[in-house]
């Protein structure tokens, strides 16, 4: 069964940092591209960032590009997100999401998300 | 930029058929994902590449794409399907998933 916990996310100052992380298990995680989504409050989803399965490609939503750094490590079966000089526009649930096959759209799983508040 | 643009909602009854279009230039091009959010959970995929279905989702679900607009096919609605429905592509111009806006379907 695939799975994919986020955490690392909180209440934060705008300008501060935080790192998320997501946890996979169920599958080989090093086959798979993996991305985070997020959705502000009451708002609709966001593709963040993409990476692919041996981090050749990488990819950002122009809103953080510049701020945000994904990474993996797949001796851990772990993905990761950097993100810097945090705005309150930033303010959303996070998601880990599975790419189903290579580096594009294909998005099959999802983890339940960790929420990040930008907020002073 | 590619844009995606989909009505904020859509009602029917139920046994009805659902219908919930997501426009883009020339979207016919592109392959098109459909994902299912009910509300306080995480998306679930309901249709890949136009028109296929990950195992489990039901056969009501179906997809096609043609011209400027795909289309997500609902048949023989149920009270549980009531969720936001997503479209989402591979914007080629930007390297990165690009997702509509989104469209609340409820069930009468």
């Known amino acids: 069964e695939v799975q994919l916990v986020e955490s690392g996310g909180g209440l934060v100052q705008p300008g501060t940092s935080l790192r998320l992380s997501c946890a996979a298990s169920?599958?080989?995680?090093?086959?798979?591209?993996m991305h985070w989504v997020r959705q502000a409050p009451g708002k609709g989803l966001e593709w963040v960032s993409g990476?692919?399965?041996?981090?050749?490609?990488?990819g950002y939503a122009d809103s953080v590009k510049g701020r945000f750094t994904i990474s993996r490590d797949n001796a851990k079966n772990s993905l990761y997100l950097q993100m810097n000089s945090l705005r309150p526009e930033d303010t959303a649930l996070y998601y880990c999401?599975?790419?189903?096959?290579?580096?594009?759209?294909?998005?099959?799983?999802w983890g339940q998300g960790t929420l990040v508040t930008v907020s002073s | 930029s590619y844009v995606l643009t989909q009505p904020p909602s859509v009602s029917v009854a139920p046994g009805q058929t659902a219908r919930i279009t997501c426009g883009g230039n020339?979207?016919?091009?592109?392959?098109v994902h459909w994902c299912q959010q009910k509300p306080g959970q995480a998306p679930v995929l309901v249709v890949y590449?136009?028109?296929d279905r990950p195992s489990g989702i039901p056969e009501r679900f179906s997809g096609s794409n043609s011209g400027n607009t795909a289309t997500l096919t609902i048949s023989r609605v149920e009270a549980g399907d009531e969720a936001d429905y997503y479209c989402?592509?591979?914007?080629?111009?930007?390297?990165?998933?690009?997702f509509g806006g989104g469209t609340k379907l409820t069930v009468l």
């Open positions: 999401a599975k790419g189903k096959r290579g580096y594009d759209a294909l998005i099959d799983y």
């Open positions: 169920g599958f080989p995680f090093d086959a798979y591209a």
């Open positions: 990476i692919s399965w041996i981090s050749g490609a990488i």
């Open positions: 020339n979207i016919g091009s592109k392959s």
């Open positions: 590449d136009d028109s």
């Open positions: 989402q592509v591979w914007d080629t111009s930007g390297e990165h998933v690009l």
